[in-house]
């Protein structure tokens, strides 16, 4: 246990080296950016308005207040930042678990602190570095299998199945601060990209809203023309046209 502190102690220290190095040559993170309401936040990523709420705002059932999972205290803000939006995209992929997600709010509390960002769930700073240090808190918090964030074998820490579809779907800044800068909501192989920098935080393929493509589809237009149109492969426009699709029968 004590050189297993160590070598997480040297972690924590030469990450915010690299951390600090970037403070200085960089603006304020994208993760802070405002970017979306509450309700298109879970409309984009397939979730429920009232459960997006619950997890960034915390609820209240039969008299008694759950507190948030995502933001450290509950605010009543509808705007959604690029930070919490990531990490309801990671949220996202244990719906279908029929665990609590109220039980790894500690662990997420703890993560703020180890990594000292308030959104550690949206940085690789967990994912790559802290495997070891989500472990241990995981542990200490005593969260059911189905929630955790790695696994470990006694020699290698793994991400759960639940951790590596997210960090598939993600594509982190590779500077100092490992901040995640655009997803890729219908898996890693997609050209549609959600980004906070183009169209407004927008689904988009090469800058083109795939809502836009829908559209111009739903209109009447063929997929080819639209293709030509955008100088765009017909293959790109048919992965946008479905991915607006798959968001309207969620929707519905």
């Known amino acids: 246990m004590r050189h297993r502190k160590r070598r997480r102690i040297a972690t924590i220290r030469a990450h915010r080296i690299r951390h600090d190095v970037g403070v200085a040559t960089t603006a304020i993170s994208t993760l802070h950016r405002p970017v979306y309401g509450t309700v298109e936040a879970a409309g984009l990523l397939g979730l429920r308005p ?27 803000d509808d705007v959604v930042t690029w930070g919490e939006f990531v990490e309801l995209g990671y949220l996202r992929e244990y719906r279908r678990r029929k665990v609590s997600l109220q039980r790894l709010r500690p662990v997420i509390e703890a993560l703020r602190g180890e ?9 690789n700073k967990l994912f790559l570095y802290g495997r070891e240090i989500a472990f241990d808190l995981q542990q200490q918090s005593d969260i059911p299998t189905s929630l955790a964030i790695v696994v470990s074998n006694g020699q290698t820490f ?10 598939r779907k993600v594509e982190f800044d590779p500077a100092a601060s490992g901040d995640v800068l655009r ?4 898996g890693p192989t997609s050209p549609v990209v959600i980004d906070p ?13 795939t809502e836009r493509l829908w559209e111009l589809h739903d209109a ?10 955008y100088d765009m492969t017909a293959e790109f426009v048919r992965a946008g046209v479905a991915y607006e699709e798959q968001l309207r029968s969620l929707a519905a």
Not at 51 to 69: C, F, I, N, Q
Not at 158 to 167: G, Q
Not at 183 to 186: E, G
């Open 220 to 229: 009447g237009e063929t997929i080819d023309a639209i293709a030509e149109g």
């Open 158 to 167: 793994a991400l759960t199945d639940e951790a590596n579809r997210f960090v």
């Open 115 to 123: 990594f000292d960002t308030p959104y550690p769930l949206a940085t």
């Open 183 to 186: 997803l890729r909501p219908a």
């Open 197 to 209: 920098l183009v169209r407004f935080g927008r689904p988009a393929i090469d800058g083109v809203a």
């Open 50 to 76: 009232d459960k997006a709420r619950a997890w960034l705002d915390g609820y209240e059932r039969g008299g008694v207040h759950y507190a948030p999972v995502i933001r450290p205290e509950s605010t009543g």
